[in-house]
């Protein structure tokens, strides 16, 4: 078959053979993507860990956004889901539904993307399903990670009594949202910048994670919003948690934002997307959680404390209530 030219719209074989069969070769299971399926095993006295996540063109980007970056932060979600869990990356599987539009300069950047990020984390392609589709692209990835059987670290595990951390920066991601629909404006050119990269390309804490495993009682990863993946912990733990606000850990950036205007300290409590790892963890783990974040240089905030009874309190400096209406904050 004559490979496409290019603006053209290669064949699927093609596309297999051409684009996704080099993502393939860490992964031996993988076969070169020549067979019908791929074969695993996990690493002996090892168990998986698996996670989908879905992007629709449309809902989740833009149709015009760099199919490049689309591609990492579609294997940087789901690389966050496998971190939230403890576990190291394995493999991942691709399904694409893809419109007409798509030609060989998308495959390229959406290819590119891939092999970019699966170098950075430690991850490779292993098998996946190319459609053609008449509506919006559609993509759909599902990781492979593995963790010593048993170990994985889930969210139902907290107890009263722990110390509560977040690590990175909370609220850049809401705030770039806020950015792209207008509803902040005249910021300077840097925080602009600084916050929509931080939305458009989130850092999967894929070391950090991992070097949780035995310290963290519970863990999930920042997607709904601080305050509501801290509420999905404690429902699921049976336990309440309290937030001290000015611990939270703030870009530059958000820091200036909420500095000026004091009611975004809400969008940054309640805004999603940030891809961070929020965790409980017993007290006596303190020094060994510092030491692991400074091993895998990752900035760690201890931003507040578990406790007996239920719902998620902020406080602000005063120690008082900060009162927020939006989902995510429950009333006692
Ligand atoms: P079948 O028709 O039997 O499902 P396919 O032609 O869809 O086979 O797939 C052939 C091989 O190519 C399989 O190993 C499959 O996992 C792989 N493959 C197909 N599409 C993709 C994709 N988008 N990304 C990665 N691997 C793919
Ligand atoms: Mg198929």
């Known amino acids: 078959m004559a ?52 992007l629709t063109a449309g809902v989740h980007f833009l149709p015009d956004d760099p ?5 990492r932060k579609l294997l940087r979600v789901n690389l966050s889901d496998l971190a939230a869990m403890g576990a190291t990356p394995r493999a991942y599987f691709l399904a694409l539904g893809l419109p007409s539009s798509v030609d060989v300069a998308w495959f390229e950047a959406f290819s590119g993307g891939l092999a970019a990020d ?15 589709t008449p509506g919006p692209l559609v993509l759909s990835l599902t990781a492979i990670g593995e963790v ?46 600084h916050l929509i990269g931080r939305y458009r390309l989130p850092e999967p804490r894929v070391a950090f994670g991992p070097a949780l495993r035995g310290l963290a009682s519970a863990m999930i990863d920042v997607s ?23 611990q939270v ?17 809400e969008t940054v409590a309640t805004g999603g997307d940030d891809y961070e790892l929020l965790f409980t963890a017993p ?33 602000d400096a005063a120690g008082l209530p900060i009162e927020t209406a939006r989902a995510g904050w429950r009333h006692f």
């Open 224 to 246: 709904d919003g601080l305050l509501a993946d801290l509420g999905h912990i404690c429902e699921t733990s049976g336990i309440g948690a309290e937030i001290d606000f000015p």
């Open 3 to 54: 490979p496409a030219a290019p603006g053209a719209r290669p064949g699927e074989f093609e596309v297999i053979a051409r684009f996704f069969a080099p993502l393939a070769k860490g992964e031996a299971g993988a076969l070169g993507l020549t067979d019908d399926a791929a074969i695993l095993a996990p690493v002996a006295g090892n168990e998986f860990v698996v996670t989908v996540d879905m």
């Open 118 to 132: 699966q170098a950075a984390f430690g991850i490779a392609l292993a098998g996946g399903d190319t459609t053609a």
């Open 67 to 71: 199919p490049d970056l689309v591609a």
């Open 283 to 315: 007290e006596r783990t303190r020094g060994a959680i510092t030491a692991a974040a400074a091993r895998v240089g990752v900035r760690v905030a201890r931003i507040g404390r578990t406790i007996a009874g239920g719902g998620v309190r902020l406080r």
């Open 148 to 193: 010593p059987a048993g170990s994985a670290i889930r969210r139902s595990t907290a107890r009263a009594g722990e110390d509560v951390y977040v690590t990175g920066t909370i609220g850049d991601a809401a705030l770039a949202l806020c950015i792209i629909d207008g509803r902040l404006r005249d910021l300077p050119a840097a925080d602009t910048a």
């Open 249 to 265: 850990p703030l870009s530059t950036a958000a820091a200036r934002l909420v500095a000026g205007t004091p009611a975004l300290a």
